[in-house]
């Protein structure tokens, strides 16, 4: 069942833990399109492991209130404020596409606690060079509009609402076929489908979806700092799909070089492939965790 924490604002915000209660804590940034239901993805793999998984819901989604922000770093309150309710000293991060943002400003703001950084098919800056190449021109037409008139973003979200509230199912089915082969394969699975319908549920029907996506997309062009300003003290581990269509390996690419310090996996896959690999993706973290203390050279390239 998920949980709801006042925030020093006096805002709701509902989070979800999975995985080992007694483990190292994770905290998971789902999606643009997405709750922390996206933490299921990796659950049982992280659970296995003897990690924590805490998987807030971003504002607008599902019950945690909307608010408006003009950074990613205006979301770091709200992690300090969950972690303190939850006698949380140090963990690890998992940002997984629109959520990596908002794990690299913890990464930013708070590198003293953070132990790991984990980045799953992220959207990096849109505004680096090159980083939409390989996009299908409709999407990255779609990406850098309502990145720009976030009244256009909200007017296209309506739309969307409308039409799942009156055929989830058909809706879904819909935004499947536009998805890479892996991706359309991964989603014939029922309770991979079933997830994402509950994904849409929380961002247009129970949460302020049209709000939230706009300003997602704005956070996207410009996260309020750049990749190149975390601190080298950490590395960063980034997996991305090389059939993603939804965020290009370009921008896996840029993103990997441009961050201070990197391992990065380029693997077959789209963009939802952490379902296919989270084995992989949760023995690295661990590796990861375990190292941490020592440190290791980055700028890893696989």
Excluded at 131 to 141: I, K, P, S, T
Excluded at 197 to 214: K, N
Excluded at 234 to 249: A, K, M, R
Aim: aromatic share 8%; charged share 25%.
């Amino acid at each position: 069942m998920s949980q709801i924490l006042e925030t020093r604002s006096g805002r709701p915000l509902e989070f979800q833990e999975y995985g080992d209660p007694d483990g190292h804590p994770i905290l998971f940034f789902h999606g643009l399109i997405g709750s922390h239901l996206q933490a299921a993805y990796v659950a049982d793999e992280a659970g296995h492991a003897g990690f924590r998984v805490i998987a807030p819901n971003r504002p607008g989604v599902g019950r945690s209130a909307f608010v408006e922000r003009n950074s990613a770093l205006e979301a770091v309150p709200d992690v300090e404020d969950l972690t303190a309710s939850l006698g949380v000293d140090d963990f690890s991060v998992i940002g997984i596409s629109g959520g990596t943002p908002y794990a690299l400003a913890c990464l930013l703001r708070l590198a003293p606690r953070i132990r790991t950084v984990t980045i799953l098919s992220g959207m990096g800056p849109t505004r680096l060079p090159g980083a939409l190449r390989g996009m299908e021109r409709r999407r990255r037409l779609a990406v850098e509009i309502g990145s720009r008139y976030p009244n256009l973003a909200r007017q296209e979200v309506r739309k969307w609402a409308e039409r799942f509230k009156a055929d989830p199912r058909g809706f879904l089915r819909y935004l499947v076929s536009t998805w890479c082969e892996p991706d359309r394969r991964l989603f014939e699975r029922e309770d991979v489908f079933n997830l994402f319908l509950g994904d849409l549920e929380q961002v247009l029907v129970q949460g302020s979806g049209p709000e939230t996506f706009a300003q997602d997309l704005a956070l996207y062009r410009n996260y309020g700092f750049s990749p190149a300003e975390l601190p080298s003290s950490h590395l960063v581990t980034l997996w991305h799909g090389l059939d993603d269509v939804i965020v290009p390996p370009a921008m896996g690419w840029k993103m990997a070089t441009t961050l201070p310090r990197c391992e990065a996996h380029f693997v077959p896959g789209g963009h939802f492939v952490a379902i296919s690999i989270a084995d992989r993706i949760i023995a690295g973290l661990r590796k990861s965790r375990d190292e941490s203390l020592a440190g290791r050279p980055g700028g890893v390239i696989s």
